[in-house]
């Protein structure tokens, strides 16, 4: 039967793979990213870095090593400017916000506590999105002024004097950590796209990293 689409054909690595077993990068081919990764051995990996760091103003997309402010943490961008003390603002009114140009119509928001540093506790003033029709759940944002100082939520929001918001868009998540340290257990893939992959040396069989397009 013809195929029509390329997507599966060049998403699982049929345009080319390397191995690699020493504490060394593996890097794709020009035009390339590493889509898939498969350990052939416990392996703790020295390196991996997201080919989407920084682009277009999002996070980092997938797990990686080497993002200061974490995959998929604080959204696409957070108010840490946030004074606001214990007080409830109703569906519709203004929230003052340092200026953010990154904040748009539509995002969903989540109100957690300045202290996170590692992982997100979020306030049950604003539910965990749900964005599967007929459940939608979750509180957004309905307006941003054109200096992006001045947000209205499309639900009341009860802030106190130690939270603030941060913003969920289609690129970015909330809650992740950053994945250095962890030991990739021997037979499992993992899919995504990299740049970089530096696997931790190995005798036992190392690592297999899959290309696909850009």
């Known amino acids: 039967m013809g195929q029509n689409s390329t997507e599966v054909a060049y998403g699982f690595g049929q345009l080319g793979s ?16 590493i889509v898939a990764i498969q350990f052939l051995a416990d392996n703790t990996l020295a390196k991996l870095e997201s080919a989407s760091t920084g682009s ?21 961008t957070n108010d840490v400017d946030s004074t606001m003390t214990s007080e409830t603002v109703a569906a519709g009114a203004d929230i003052t916000i340092a200026a953010n140009a990154k904040v748009k119509v539509g995002q969903y ?10 992982g997100i506790t979020i306030d049950s003033t604003t539910a965990t999105p749900c964005y599967e029709r007929g459940f939608e759940a979750g509180t957004q944002v309905v307006s941003v002024n054109a200096a992006g100082t001045t947000i209205t939520l499309d639900k009341s929001i009860t802030f106190d004097n130690s939270q603030h918001l941060i913003f969920i868009d289609e690129h970015n998540g909330a809650g992740g950590q950053d994945a250095s340290g ?33």
């Open 18 to 33: 390397i191995h690699g077993q020493v504490a060394l990068p593996l890097i794709p081919p020009k035009g390339m990213v």
């Open 56 to 76: 277009l103003g999002y996070g980092a997309n997938y797990i990686d090593t080497e993002t200061a402010a974490f995959f998929n943490f604080e959204g696409i």
């Open 109 to 118: 928001v989540l109100l957690v506590n300045d202290s996170d540093t590692v």
């Open 182 to 214: 962890i030991l990739y257990p021997k037979g499992l893939t993992i899919y995504g796209r990299w740049k970089s992959v530096t696997p931790e040396a190995d005798t036992d069989g190392g690592i297999i990293c899959y290309f696909g397009p850009k």
